[in-house]
């Protein structure tokens, strides 16, 4: 068989799994946001916690909670790095220096995990796995309550109340991802990834040298990674490290716990509505565009119009060869579709044009499908931003779900939209005009651009994958990375949880004539359409410069 | 709680709660897990390491340099990758080279430190195409790459800047006193590069030259991997190096074909990933060999 057709089985035999659990899994997360029951243990951690469970919360209580959690996170990572030396299995490891650790702890905090450092070489056992790892599991569980709650701003009305920050906090870490986790784990270390707290231990090779082999509680940190949409490796070079993805077949696991979550939720958000066809609608706008970008990435790598690729004959620069193009290409469409980040190639070697493809994935803010439930909140912002064009087009009052999107609702949904793109061109552009951003290029010219545009993208929209070149642990870096991290999460999370609130308020309006229906091919058609044109218009003239100068030459 | 001020109590609940949960997600769970894949699946948990002589000698998934003190390919092995990581196959320091698919011009040496200068990735191609084929004694001739192992690279000066005539053109990766890999473009006698002259105003022309699209040498033998710890080679490249360490341990070339075929995983259910050989377990079984 062809490395093509292999390939393209690969990507339909994903597309076959994720349709299979579609319905289990959005069905289930259904069950565990709108229960009404709480279980021994949860009642326990909700006593131990001291609050009270069966009150809801108004949107901005529930803000302030989600920004509460997220301050203290921040703070107790950054201790937890900075003390690392003085806790258990720190390896021997320094204290992280102090905007190394500041950058680390807001990465992973927004569940961005950009990488200022390289794991093997700068944390211990017991900041990856007790820091690190469990802003994994909660990071994505915040993503998923946000996206939760919009939906309950839609479902419910007349009322105040949107849910209880804590109850889903704490339902989306231990009855979806930690189950999901722990099953993932196993099969893992069976491919051969990991699970120990074995320090570096020197062997001699066949050679007579001596090599030094890294041991690591990985597989449990690697499933929460790519399954909660983080994406920070155990080590430097992430999930191309044998150790963390040590398979063909762990391959293929992988990009599917990337996309199980997003993928599901459509059906969570179809059955919190009351209309399982309003999910499906919006599954296939994230559909749409997902199989669209991965083809066009497979066939760009694929094709290799570049020099050195067809000087080397394909494009196996920084790939493995148990991955291969075509798998390698899926993976990095994957990981920049959704909000992960993590790599099993490295994008900066890839053609001008696949590399393009993964910054456009991210620019397009990770919609398609997105984070956990990062990417269901963009998807129904835009969907509210698609009612809004149409209903311009035929002069009626837009509505969404039997709410109406009036001004202070538009204005909400476009404050979210403009956040990203202003951090990405202004952080850039601050790169660029000053020598401490443009010294950290390793590529010139139109590629050295790319490098710096992908990381400040790659930042603002929480990804966390790196076009590896820049050199980007300098403390001018981590803090204006930081901060691009910081507001990319959380001035979005506060718009749309202030949108679910005006909408929760409302009154249903009842489905007239006039009403634009949400779940038909026409509707699916505008929102993809909005969604590349929105993108499209903001960032052409930065591509232009970067990727499709050098491609296109 | 109720006596405390509301903004007070969000971060009171806030720390217990990562607390609670750093206890549980970040103790327990990676506890547990460890404790369950270290009764049932004890030799992959750990790293799935091989013995040689009762020694450990490495982990099957983590591939090793096969080359001398000296840097030089130790003939009787089958030779790994290109790597990025350290100064080669080193798992303290992981990593990729990041060169970009279109890196092609090199910042050539000042002849007084021959360490300084930055090669390009066109010319790491091109070099390592041609030590692989003097190896193994076959054409390490590609695409874009000069017959002394650098990247066919010229920079054209021309009237106008952009167009106009050619008035001058440099080979820009070839260091005098080298013969340019063109005696003469659009009629211009093309000149060796002095290093440390700027050359930046001129149009950057890679030349394809006549050597075939599907190089004898293959593709993952002149490319670093992407964790630079990558345990395959392509079957085409174990099967180039066969005839070599055959030669070398004075086996048959079918005996050392069939340790090839014995060390190559397929594809996973016949679609996922890519064929490898693990050079590692095929050294080490050659070496039970002979």
Redesign the interface.
């Known amino acids: 068989?062809s490395?093509t057709?292999?390939g393209i089985?690969?990507i339909v035999?994903l597309v076959v799994a994720l349709a299979v659990v579609y319905k289990p899994l959005g069905d289930y997360m259904y069950r565990v946001y709108s229960g009404t029951r709480h279980n021994v243990a949860e009642r326990g951690?909700y006593r131990?916690?001291?609050?009270r469970p069966d009150r809801d919360q108004r949107w901005g209580?529930y803000a302030?909670?989600v920004l509460?959690?997220s301050?203290?996170?921040i703070l107790?990572v950054y201790g937890m790095q900075r003390l690392q030396d003085k806790l258990f299995l720190s390896l021997g490891m320094a204290p992280v220096t102090d905007h190394v650790a500041w950058n680390t702890a807001i990465s992973f905090v927004t569940n961005t995990n950009w990488q200022a450092y390289?794991g093997?070489?700068t944390m211990g056992h017991l900041v990856q796995?007790?820091?690190l790892?469990?802003q994994n599991?909660?990071s994505a569980a915040v993503g998923m309550a946000v996206a939760i709650t919009l939906v309950r701003g839609f479902a419910r009305n007349r009322t105040e109340n949107i849910g209880n920050f804590?109850v889903d906090?704490?339902r989306g870490?231990?009855r979806i991802l930690?189950p999901i986790?722990?099953i993932g784990?196993?099969v893992l270390?069976?491919?051969?990834?990991?699970?120990?707290?074995?320090s570096?231990h020197d062997?001699?090779?066949?050679?007579?040298?001596t090599?030094?082999?890294?041991?690591g509680?990985v597989?449990?940190?690697e499933v929460i990674k790519e399954l909660g949409n983080n994406g920070g490796g155990f080590?430097?070079?992430n999930s191309?490290?044998?150790?963390e993805n040590?398979?063909?077949?762990t391959?293929?696991l992988e990009i599917f716990l990337i996309f199980l979550i997003p993928f599901s939720l459509p059906r969570t958000f179809g059955r919190l509505v009351g209309q399982n066809r309003q999910g499906y609608a919006i599954l296939a706008v994230m559909g749409t565009l997902a199989l669209a970008s991965i083809v066009l990435t497979n066939v760009f790598e694929i094709g290799g119009h570049?020099?050195?690729?067809?000087?080397?004959?394909?494009?196996?620069?920084?790939?493995?060869?148990?991955?291969?193009v075509p798998?390698?290409a899926t993976f990095a469409a994957a990981t920049t579709l959704t909000s992960t980040g993590a790599?099993?190639?490295?994008h900066?070697?890839?053609?001008?044009l696949g590399g393009m493809m993964t910054m456009f994935n991210m620019m397009l803010g990770e919609v398609a499908p997105g984070g956990a439930g990062a990417g269901m909140y963009g998807i129904l912002v835009l969907a509210v931003l698609t009612v809004f064009v149409a209903g311009l087009m035929v002069g009626r009052t837009p509505e969404y779900l039997g709410k109406k999107i009036g001004s202070r609702e538009i204005k909400l949904a476009s404050l979210y939209f403009l956040t990203t793109p202003t951090l990405v061109l202004i952080g850039t552009a601050a790169a660029m005009g000053n020598s401490a951003g443009l010294a950290a290029m390793?590529?010139s010219g139109p590629?050295g651009l790319?490098e710096i545009l992908y990381a400040f993208t790659s930042a603002s929209n929480n990804n966390g994958s790196a076009?590896?070149?820049v050199t980007v642990n300098t403390p001018w870096y981590d803090v204006a990375l930081g901060l691009c991290m910081v507001f990319g999460r959380f001035l979005p999370i506060i718009f749309v949880l202030g949108l679910a609130g005006s909408l929760a308020r409302q009154a249903p309006v009842p489905v007239s004539a006039g009403t634009l229906p949400t779940h038909r091919p026409q509707f699916v058609g505008m929102v993809v359409g909005v969604t590349i044109i929105v993108v499209a218009l903001t960032f052409l003239p930065a591509l232009a410069l970067g990727p499709l100068a050098?491609g296109l030459? | 709680?109720n006596r405390l001020p509301r903004?007070l109590a969000?971060?009171?609940?806030?720390?217990?709660?990562?607390v609670?949960?750093?206890l549980?997600?970040?103790?327990v769970?990676?506890l547990a897990?460890?404790g369950?894949?270290?009764a049932?699946?004890g030799r992959?948990?750990?790293?799935?390491?091989l013995e040689?002589d009762g020694?450990?000698?490495?982990?099957e998934?983590?591939g090793?340099?096969?080359?001398?003190?000296d840097g030089e390919p130790?003939k009787r092995?089958f030779q790994s990758?290109p790597s990025a990581?350290g100064d080669g196959?080193?798992?303290?320091?992981?990593?990729?080279?990041?060169?970009?698919?279109?890196?092609?011009v090199d910042v050539l040496p000042d002849p007084a430190d021959p360490e300084s200068g930055k090669l390009?990735?066109?010319t790491e191609?091109?070099a390592r195409s041609k030590a692989v084929g003097e190896l193994e004694q076959v054409s390490g001739a590609?695409?874009?790459?000069t017959s002394d192992g650098v990247?066919a690279v010229l920079g054209v000066f021309r009237e106008q800047g952009l167009s106009g005539r050619a008035t001058r053109v440099v080979s820009l990766n070839q260091a005098c006193p080298a013969t340019p890999f063109l005696a003469t473009y659009e009629g211009v006698a093309v000149e060796c590069a002095e290093p440390g002259d700027d050359y930046s105003k001129a149009l950057v022309v890679?030349v394809?030259g006549d050597a075939p699209?599907?190089?004898v040498v293959?593709?993952?033998a002149?490319?670093?991997?992407?964790?630079?710890?990558?345990?395959?080679?392509?079957p085409a490249y174990a099967a180039l190096q066969a005839p070599r360490v055959a030669r070398e341990r004075g086996l048959s070339l079918d005996r050392v074909e069939d340790v090839i075929k014995q060390n190559t995983?397929g594809?996973?259910?016949?679609?996922?990933?890519?064929p490898?050989v693990n050079v590692?377990t095929l050294?080490?079984a050659l070496?039970r060999e002979s």
């Not at chain 1, 570049?306 to 291969?324: C, L, P």
């Open positions: 068989m490395p057709a292999a089985i690969f035999s951690i131990l916690i001291g609050v209580a302030r909670s509460a959690f301050v203290i996170s107790f390289s093997e070489s796995m007790a820091g790892a469990v599991f909660v804590w906090l704490v870490s231990v930690l986790a722990v784990a196993l270390v069976a491919g051969g990834v990991v699970q120990n707290f074995a570096p062997v001699a090779t066949l050679a007579g040298g090599q030094s082999i890294t041991g509680p597989a449990s940190q080590y430097n070079t191309a490290h044998p150790f040590a398979t063909t077949w391959n293929w570049a020099t050195v690729t067809q000087a080397i004959g394909s494009a196996m620069e920084g790939k493995d060869v148990r991955f291969g798998d390698s790599v099993n190639s490295f900066d070697s890839f053609t001008p390793l590529n590629h790319s076009f590896g070149g050098e030459s | 709680m903004w969000h971060h009171v609940a806030a720390l217990r709660v990562v609670v949960l750093t549980t997600v970040g103790l769970y990676p897990m460890t369950i894949a270290q049932v699946l992959r948990a750990d790293g799935s390491h040689k020694k450990v000698a490495g982990s998934l983590i090793q340099s096969f080359t001398g003190t130790i092995y990758r990581a196959y080193e798992p303290g320091a992981t990593g990729a080279s990041n060169q970009g698919s279109e890196s092609v390009s990735l066109l191609v091109c590609r695409p874009y790459c990247g890679p394809r699209a599907d190089p293959p593709a993952d002149v490319t670093a991997s992407g964790s630079g710890l990558d345990p395959h080679i392509s995983t594809r996973a259910l016949g679609f996922l990933g890519e490898g590692l050294n080490l070496d």
